[in-house]
Structure formats: structure tokens, C-alpha cells
């Protein structure tokens, strides 16, 4: 298990609470502490584990595809 060091300063949200709480939850959802802590409920068979694996690293290549997909399409219309 990775030691994870999620913090937000007051400085980063100009004090406002709800900001930081927001700013909070999103760097614990992208250092994926919350779904570590459900991963480890319950014992699950190494393969489960790796086929869990190789589908979010499909489904990210998949998101990162259609983002360039954008990003290109974006760039004709903007030629013409």
C-alpha cells in the first residue's frame, strides 16, 4: 500500500470551506484512496484483479482517443 499525502491549504481556496472540500475529494479521487479502501473489504482473486486492470487501462485509452479525436476535429474547423 502506498502512502498517499492528500492536503489542501487554506491559501489554495481564499479560505472558502466548500472550495477546499471540493479540491479535497478530487485529489483523494485521483490518488484513488477511496477505492483502495474498498478494494481492500474484501479478498479478490488475482485474476479479477488483473481484469479489472487491463479494462480501466482500456476505457482510459478509449478517453484518451476520443480526446485527441476533439482536439484534432477542433483544429480543421478552425482552419476553414
Known amino acids: 500500500m502506498k502512502k498517499a499525502n492528500v492536503v489542501v491549504h ?4 481564499r ?3 466548500d472550495r ?3 479540491k479535497f475529494i478530487k ?3 485521483k490518488e484513488r484512496i ?6 481492500r473489504r474484501c479478498y479478490k482473486k488475482p485474476s479479477v484483479k488483473k481484469k ?3 479494462i480501466r487501462a482500456e476505457r482510459r485509452r478509449q478517453r484518451e482517443e476520443r480526446k485527441r479525436q476533439r482536439a484534432i476535429e477542433r483544429r480543421k474547423r478552425r482552419n476553414y
Do not use: F, L, P
Open 10 to 13: 487554506a491559501r489554495e481556496c
Open 15 to 17: 479560505g472558502n470551506v
Open 20 to 22: 477546499m472540500i471540493r
Open 27 to 29: 485529489k483523494a479521487k
Open 34 to 39: 477511496v477505492e483502495e479502501v474498498r478494494d
Open 52 to 54: 479489472e486492470k487491463s
